[in-house]
């Protein structure tokens, strides 16, 4: 016969392994498998926080022989472009030229994510407005967004 509290353990495990299942999008059905898929999953990111520790080692390193200034990364996307910015200090008034220099180029941003409270970040995830009809790449966007920053820290210079 199977105790109440054995009963209550094998439940509360089930869900336990469920949710674990869930969390780390498993498709397997026996505990064993489970354990396995979950365990991969960790190993990924322990591997992706590795490459995030790398690249901000070198964020850094590349941000201080620039005096701070923010970097720019874009990347071209099926239909877009993602643009990362990032300074190690904060940038007040910055964001109003990097968003002048996307509507200048007929870029739409879709979605956004900004954080200025110890630093500059800008995650811009945006696509061309197909009534302008002129394709642009990702160097033309860089090199729009960079000499933004450039008047940007011009006019903060001169204050």
């Given at each position: 016969?199977?105790?109440?509290e054995?009963?209550?353990?094998?439940?509360?495990?089930?869900?336990?392994?469920?949710?674990?299942?869930?969390i780390?999008?498993?498709?397997?059905?026996?505990?064993?498998?489970?354990?396995?898929?979950?365990?991969?999953?960790?190993?990924?990111?322990?591997?992706?926080?590795?490459?995030?520790?790398?690249?901000?080692?070198?964020?850094?390193?590349?941000?201080?022989?620039q005096?701070?200034?923010?970097?720019v990364?874009?990347?071209?996307?099926?239909?877009?472009?993602?643009?990362?910015i990032?300074?190690?200090?904060?940038?007040?008034?910055?964001?109003v030229?990097?968003?002048?220099?996307?509507?200048?180029?007929?870029?739409?941003?879709?979605?956004?994510?900004v954080?200025?409270?110890?630093?500059?970040?800008?995650?811009?995830?945006?696509?061309?407005?197909?009534?302008?009809?002129?394709?642009?790449?990702?160097?033309?966007?860089?090199q729009?967004?960079?000499?933004?920053?450039?008047?940007?820290?011009?006019?903060?210079?001169?204050?």
């Amino acid at each position: 016969m199977v105790s109440r509290e054995h009963k209550k353990a094998a439940a509360a495990l089930h869900e336990k392994l469920q949710l674990l299942r869930s969390i780390t999008n498993s498709h397997a059905l026996s505990e064993t498998s489970i354990i396995v898929d979950a365990s991969k999953y960790i190993a990924e990111l322990k591997q992706k926080v590795d490459r995030l520790n790398q690249d901000i080692a070198t964020g850094q390193s590349s941000s201080h022989n620039q005096t701070s200034w923010p970097v720019v990364a874009v990347e071209t996307l099926d239909k877009g472009f993602l643009v990362n910015i990032h300074s190690d200090r904060t940038c007040p008034g910055l964001l109003v030229p990097i968003l002048g220099a996307f509507e200048e180029l007929g870029l739409m941003v879709s979605e956004a994510r900004v954080s200025c409270i110890d630093s500059f970040r800008l995650e811009a995830l945006g696509g061309e407005d197909e009534e302008i009809g002129e394709s642009i790449n990702a160097q033309v966007v860089e090199q729009a967004v960079s000499q933004a920053i450039r008047n940007w820290r011009e006019m903060n210079d001169q204050d």
